[in-house]
Structures are given as structure tokens and as C-alpha cells.
């Protein structure tokens, strides 16, 4: 498991000499909460903090005003493009065709350019040209961060559980805190798709998602889901922004097979929730116990309200 520090250090690896300088300038107490840094082609880099988009100054201030902001210029943009995959590019097909990759320290470098179509495929992207754009997006682990979920919802024994949030709500960073506090005491099936919770690299979790956890690394959710219930036999099922059809066939087989599910999705509350079809099925079916409401910005991560299914807010 590696530390805060060491993830933000590892990010800024990537970067060329000139913008790291520019981001190391940065007082450590802000560039210690640094969630994104973003550069965009012959514009100015900058980063996002508490869910806010700072430009950087050549001296390391936040500032609104792209007046005095640091140029990101085309070198930039290639050199932390080919520093994010190695200078190998061809052997990272499948990233560059999904427009990321997981670098060190579980950091995520998105990107995105004039997208490359394969005629020989029916759908989906096949590469990236000319990139404009790369996000940075800084690896976070919060310790604790879900104390009050873990102790209201699972304080009695397993339930399943629904957690829903604006994106940026820091739905991500508790899931992955509540995997590694159940994993505990209970055997769980991690369904990692973007590898964003564990951020797995060579078959070990960059993060700490605990000692009884089997983790799943770049599965599609059906996939993950079917394969984790026929192999693993998992008393927990843990995955990441459900919504699709398939997504909602492998859980109710994991559902009907006894399976408890923790899951989220992107819902501002929990009556958007149920206007979303696939989300509104589950809840319909008793797939979830409890949904679980977290807030955004300074409330990033924060249990605004939870609402036991079928019964009354707790």
C-alpha cells in the first residue's frame, strides 16, 4: 500500500521537468489535496482541488485567471503521454483504445485526441491521434472515510448496499475503504473494471482493499460478476457505477444466489435513483437493503442521508 505522499509524487513523475517544477512550487497543504492535474494542448495546465479547477502559476499559485498561468505546449503533451505507457505504446492497445491507463502509485492518466476507428470492428474506438488533452488523476485512499456507513449499515451482520452520488462525491474512495474494512471478517469478489479501486498493476493492488478480497482486474462487469459467484463463492460482491442492462443480469444471478452486493451509482439522490431504469429495477427487485446519499464538494465523501429501502430514512 503506498502512501498519500508517494501517489502524488508518483504522479507527478510523468510530467516534464518544467511542469513538475511548476506543481512541486505549489504549497505542500494544497498540493497535497490535488485531485487532477490536467494539461491541455496550447492552453494552461491546471489542477482540480475540492472539486475546483486552479490554473498554476510558474511560482506554484492557484489562480483563476489564466493571465500568468503556465503554457502546456505539444512537447508536454507528448512526453507525458509516452512516459504514462513506457514509450511502448503498441503494447498497451486495449489502454489507449479506453482512454486511460494506471500508472504507479495507482494514479489514473486519461486522455483524449481524434479517435481512430477499425473498420473491422462493428463498434468502439480502436486508437487515439493526436492527443489534446491528458487528466491526471491523483490516487486517493481515505482511511476511515466510511466509518459511519460501516457501523449504521453493517454494524448487525452483511447487507447489501447502494451508494449513489453527483460524480466527484467521492463514491469511489469509500467503496474502496468499505472493501477493505469487510474484507475483514468476509470473503469479498472485486469487480474492478477501470481498475480504479484496487489500481492493480502485475497482480497487486496499489491500494489497500484487505486480506480476503479477490480482485477482478479490468473484467467488464458481466463477465466479472458471473465468473466471481461460479469461482470464488464470495459473501460480498463489490463493484463500481452499475447502470447497464448486462450489469443488472449478472447481479440479480449474483443476487439470486445469495450473494450480498455493494455498489454505486451516479444519482444526485435517491428519487433520481429511481427515475434511472436499470438502478430503479434493482431497488424494485430487493437487490439493495440501503442506499447511502454522499455529498460533493466540501461534503466530498461525507453520508448526507441513508435510506433503508422499503422502510423508513435511518
Same mark, same amino acid.
Given at each position: 500500500m503506498i502512501k498519500e505522499n508517494s501517489k502524488i509524487d508518483k504522479a507527478l513523475e510523468i510530467l516534464p521537468e518544467k511542469l *513538475? %517544477?511548476?506543481?512541486? +512550487?505549489?504549497?505542500?497543504?494544497?498540493?497535497? *489535496? %490535488?485531485?487532477?492535474? +490536467?494539461?491541455?494542448?496550447?492552453?494552461?495546465?491546471?489542477?482540480?482541488?475540492?472539486?475546483?479547477?486552479?490554473?498554476?502559476?510558474?511560482?506554484?499559485?492557484?489562480?483563476?485567471?489564466p493571465e500568468n498561468a503556465v503554457k502546456v505546449i505539444k512537447s508536454d503533451i507528448e512526453n507525458t503521454f509516452n512516459t504514462a505507457f513506457q514509450n511502448s505504446i503498441h503494447s498497451f492497445k486495449r489502454e489507449i483504445s479506453q482512454g486511460y491507463i494506471t500508472i504507479n502509485g495507482g494514479n489514473r492518466v486519461g486522455f483524449c485526441g481524434n479517435a481512430v476507428f477499425n473498420p473491422m470492428r462493428e463498434y468502439g474506438v480502436d486508437s487515439v491521434k493526436d492527443i489534446s488533452s491528458i487528466n491526471i488523476r491523483v490516487a486517493r485512499e481515505v482511511n476511515g472515510c466510511s466509518f459511519d456507513i460501516f457501523t449504521r449499515v453493517f454494524g448487525d451482520g452483511v447487507k447489501s448496499l447502494l451508494i449513489i452520488g453527483a460524480p466527484c462525491s467521492g463514491k469511489t474512495t469509500v467503496l474502496r475503504d468499505l472493501c477493505a474494512n469487510l474484507s475483514k471478517y468476509h470473503r469479498i469478489s472485486l469487480i474492478d473494471e477501470r481498475n480504479e479501486i484496487s489500481s492493480t498493476i502485475s497482480g497487486t493492488p496499489q491500494n489497500n482493499v484487505g486480506n480476503l478480497t479477490d480482485v477482478f482486474c479490468c473484467y467488464n462487469k458481466y463477465d466479472g460478476i458471473m465468473t466471481a459467484v461460479k469461482v470464488m463463492s464470495p459473501e460480498i460482491l463489490i463493484c463500481d457505477e452499475i447502470g447497464s442492462k448486462d450489469d443488472n443480469k449478472a447481479l440479480e444471478y449474483a443476487v439470486n444466489s445469495g450473494v450480498s452486493l455493494i455498489a454505486t451509482a451516479h444519482c444526485t439522490d435517491y428519487e433520481d435513483a429511481k427515475k434511472r431504469i436499470t438502478v430503479s429495477k434493482l431497488l424494485k427487485e430487493g437487490a439493495f437493503d440501503y442506499v447511502a446519499v454522499l455529498g460533493k464538494g466540501s461534503m466530498c465523501g461525507k453520508l448526507l442521508k441513508l435510506i433503508k429501502v422499503g422502510g423508513k430514512n435511518d
Open positions: *513538475r %517544477i511548476n506543481v512541486m +512550487r505549489i504549497p505542500e497543504i494544497e498540493r497535497m *489535496r %490535488i485531485q487532477d492535474i +490536467r494539461l491541455r494542448l496550447n492552453k494552461y495546465l491546471s489542477v482540480t482541488v475540492f472539486d475546483s479547477e486552479y490554473f498554476v502559476t510558474e511560482s506554484g499559485v492557484l489562480t483563476r485567471n
